[in-house]
Structures are given as structure tokens and as C-alpha cells.
């Protein structure tokens, strides 16, 4: 029993330890391409070789942790990075690896949060929708914007009861009404004045 817990617990040591050590293998890999590249510039196909083997190892591991198209494409180039080494051909090994640099530069980027929109922001960019295909004349269109931007109205309203929401929302159905007769003036008309009340609310 005390050996499975011990086992147990060197497993998850260990595994910790994989999960820290993850992060470190792309600026390693980054590290590795430019010294390769350094060296190619140089005219030292050996030491390219030498370091673009190196990259190359650390972005595998990067790519086992976490998987990116990005840096896969940096493995293909320095996988050429290294054929061109070997073959001592410094310069083309040298484009591959500024390649390579390239893509393993934007893997190793944080991806930038999703900007989280409000309803009444959701609701304002259906109804600039809805006017625009309103004034080309496409009153199906206008509807189908006009009922999306109608539930995000009246989710906004039900979260902070507002007076120009409230005001947005009679004329979203306004237009909507218009948009079910093909009337894609009218439509465009009541969207208008629902777009004034959700700046409106922005502006309080």
C-alpha cells in the first residue's frame, strides 16, 4: 500500500514538473534558431547545424506540450535549417532558420483574450447590420439582423432596466415588422432611431 502512495506521488512530482518545464522549450527553441542564424550569416554551416539541431529538439518538445500550427511550420524549416547544414550550404540554412524564427516567434505568444462583447454592443452591431443591408434594398436580411439584435436588446434590458433600451427595443420591432412586409425603407427608418438609443445607453 505504502509503495503504490510513493509511486503514486513520484508520479505526480514528476508530472508537475513536465508541466513546468513546457513553457521553457519554444524560448529555447527561439534562443537556438537565432544563434544558427547568427552563424549561417557567418558562413559556418557547422555551427548552424549545431544549434538548428538544438532548436529543433526543443520545438518538437514545444510542439508535444502544446501543439501549434505555427510551430510546425517552424520544425519543417528547421528541418531544411538542418538538411542545408549538413550538405554545408550556410546561406540557404540561413533562410530556413530566419523562417523558422518566424513562426516559433508567434507560438510562443500569449494568445490575446477574447474581447467579450456586452448585449447592448451585440444588439448595436446587428442593427448597423440591419441598416446597411436595409439600404441595399434587403429587407429578408434586415429581419434576420433585426431579430438577432432584438434578443440581445431585451437580455440588456433584463439585465439593467434602461429607459433607451427600452426605446431601442419598440423600434427593433418596428423594423422587424417592416422586414416581414419587405419594406426594407421602413426597416432601415426604425433601425435608425434603435441605433441612436443603444449609443444613447452607452453614453450614460
Known sequence: MKKSVIALAIGMLF???????EPVHNPAAVEHTKQAIVQGEAGKPDGLLEHAQTALTHAKASQQAEPSVHTEEGISHLNAAVESGKNGNAAEGTVHAKKALEHLQIAGKPAEPAKTLSHVDQAEEHIKQAIAHGEMGHAGVLLEHAQVAL????????????????????????????????????????????????EMTKAK
Do not use: R
Not at 508530472?15 to 518545464?21: H, N, P, S, V, W
Not at 433584463?158 to 426605446?167: C, D, I, L, R, Y
Open 15 to 21: 508530472a508537475g514538473t513536465f508541466a513546468i518545464a
Open 151 to 198: 434578443t440581445h436588446a431585451q437580455a440588456a434590458e433584463k439585465e439593467s432596466p434602461n429607459v433607451h433600451v427600452q426605446e431601442a427595443i419598440n423600434h427593433i420591432n418596428a423594423a422587424i415588422e417592416a422586414g416581414k412586409n419587405n419594406n426594407a425603407q421602413s426597416g432601415v427608418t426604425h433601425a435608425k432611431e434603435a441605433l441612436k438609443h443603444l
